[in-house]
């Protein structure tokens, strides 16, 4: 593993983008982060300008799997509202669970397991992890939790933009009676949430949490947390990136950061003008995580359908852009393999094997 591979870049113009390609394609590809549209169109099968993500485009673009979201949006911490995010996270699930079978050449099949993620990139299908972003979406009834994960969630992103029952989220919202801080971080249900969690085999998602409450997960989580889709704040002063103090917590613990490509997380805005970023910027902030926690605790997310989009990584076809910058970068086919899913699956494994010894099935 190379620990500092901008000591000596190798920017070696010959490199050719069909190595690029070819690399890409051989790799076991996961995107950690990709919204659903909702309502939904029944259009996951079909090649539509309306999505960056749909199946035909990961085919195309040599993409391995995905980890689809259901993304409540934060609305008033009440019973009326906390009734409305659980049916809808449902449905959203019930949706994502749909995206299976053969369909206008595509074949992709729900995975809720390691073992299963594995065994669809070996029979060359496409592997549809279903999430959950947002702890709003169970309200205030932890069995939502074990709900999800019937599903075959994987992941519960703690908030969104707005403090919820579990948690204080990094942006606070005013105008939903939020206090910069509620909670100082987990509430009590918040760190039954986590216990729950583990218990079930679901990771713990860190992004768009409050600092307080990110660290405070990773100390009460048996298992390392996961930021799905967060970039870092060093380079990008956004109060939803991780500081070094946070990426040192991530190490110490054994979690990963999947960097993003939402250019407002990547790259300072440049006075007035337009904000952008490309997959050099993202690539940026992978280098950046290497050189201080190691290439073990990075990944890579796109947000895209929930706002993420650069100016040369637009949809799942062109993933491949990622993978000649790193290789541009100097990284190795094992360390790309690792920022490509390798360290994501591995904090799966691991949750797996928590919930096995809690006595459920992973
Ligand atoms: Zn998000």
Same mark, same amino acid.
């Given at each position: 593993?190379?620990?500092?591979?901008?000591?000596?870049?190798?920017?070696?113009?010959?490199?050719?983008?069909?190595?690029?390609?070819?690399?890409?394609?051989?790799?076991?590809?996961?995107?950690?982060?990709?919204?659903?549209?909702?309502?939904?169109?029944?259009?996951?099968?079909?090649?539509?300008?309306?999505?960056?993500?749909?199946?035909?485009?990961?085919?195309?673009?040599?993409?391995?799997?995905?980890?689809?979201?259901?993304?409540?949006?934060?609305?008033?911490?009440?019973?009326?509202?906390?009734?409305?995010?659980?049916?809808?996270?449902?449905?959203?699930?019930?949706?994502?669970?749909?995206?299976?079978?053969?369909?206008?050449?595509?074949?992709?099949?729900?995975?809720?397991?390691?073992?299963?993620?594995?065994?669809?990139?070996?029979?060359?299908?496409?592997?549809?992890?279903?999430?959950?972003?947002?702890?709003?979406?169970?309200?205030?009834?932890?069995?939502?939790?074990?709900?999800?994960?019937?599903?075959?969630?994987?992941?519960?992103?703690?908030?969104?933009?707005?403090?919820?029952?579990?948690?204080?989220?990094?942006?606070?919202?005013?105008?939903?009676?939020?206090?910069?801080?509620?909670? =100082? %971080?987990?509430? /009590?249900?918040?760190?039954? @949430?986590? #216990?729950?969690? $583990?218990?079930?085999?679901? &990771?713990?998602?860190?992004?768009?949490?409050?600092?307080?409450?990110?660290?405070?997960?990773?100390?009460?989580?048996?298992?390392?947390?996961?930021?799905?889709?967060?970039?870092?704040?060093?380079?990008?002063?956004?109060?939803?990136?991780?500081?070094?103090?946070?990426?040192?917590?991530?190490?110490?613990?054994?979690?990963?950061?999947?960097?993003?490509?939402?250019?407002?997380?990547?790259?300072?805005?440049?006075?007035?003008?337009?904000?952008?970023?490309?997959?050099?910027?993202?690539?940026?902030?992978?280098?950046?995580?290497?050189?201080?926690?190691?290439?073990?605790?990075?990944?890579?997310?796109?947000?895209?359908?929930? =706002? %993420?989009?650069? /100016?040369?990584?637009?949809? @799942?076809? #062109?993933?491949? $852009?990622?993978?000649?910058? &790193?290789?541009?970068?100097?990284?190795?086919?094992?360390?790309?393999?690792?920022?490509?899913?390798?360290?994501?699956?591995?904090?799966?494994?691991?949750?797996?094997?928590?919930?096995?010894?809690?006595?459920?099935?992973?």
């Amino acid at each position: 593993m190379t620990s500092s591979p901008q000591a000596q870049p190798s920017q070696n113009p010959a490199l050719s983008s069909s190595s690029a390609e070819a690399l890409h394609r051989a790799l076991f590809t996961l995107d950690s982060h990709i919204d659903i549209p909702w309502p939904d169109q029944g259009d996951a099968f079909e090649e539509t300008d309306a999505r960056r993500v749909d199946l035909p485009k990961m085919q195309k673009g040599g993409m391995s799997a995905g980890c689809f979201v259901a993304y409540i949006g934060q609305a008033k911490v009440d019973a009326e509202g906390h009734a409305q995010a659980q049916a809808q996270c449902l449905a959203m699930l019930d949706v994502i669970n749909n995206m299976q079978g053969t369909h206008n050449g595509v074949t992709a099949r729900v995975c809720s397991t390691v073992a299963e993620i594995n065994a669809a990139h070996e029979a060359g299908v496409l592997a549809v992890i279903p999430a959950v972003e947002n702890g709003y979406a169970m309200g205030d009834d932890l069995a939502l939790l074990a709900q999800f994960r019937a599903k075959g969630a994987r992941y519960v992103t703690l908030t969104h933009n707005g403090h919820n029952a579990l948690a204080d989220a990094a942006v606070h919202r005013p105008s939903l009676g939020d206090k910069p801080e509620n909670h =100082g %971080g987990l509430s /009590a249900l918040g760190r039954e @949430a986590v #216990q729950e969690m $583990n218990r079930l085999g679901l &990771l713990v998602d860190v992004s768009h949490a409050s600092k307080k409450t990110m660290m405070q997960a990773v100390a009460a989580s048996a298992v390392p947390v996961v930021a799905s889709h967060s970039c870092v704040r060093t380079l990008c002063d956004h109060p939803r990136n991780l500081d070094d103090e946070q990426l040192d917590a991530l190490k110490e613990s054994g979690g990963v950061i999947q960097i993003t490509a939402m250019p407002a997380f990547l790259k300072p805005r440049d006075g007035d003008a337009p904000r952008s970023a490309g997959v050099s910027d993202f690539v940026d902030h992978i280098d950046y995580v290497v050189r201080r926690i190691g290439a073990e605790h990075v990944g890579i997310s796109s947000d895209f359908d929930g =706002g %993420g989009a650069l /100016a040369d990584w637009q949809n @799942a076809t #062109q993933g491949v $852009n990622v993978t000649a910058e &790193l290789l541009r970068r100097g990284y190795d086919a094992g360390e790309i393999a690792a920022f490509w899913g390798g360290n994501f699956m591995r904090l799966l494994a691991r949750a797996e094997a928590v919930a096995e010894q809690r006595g459920t099935i992973g």
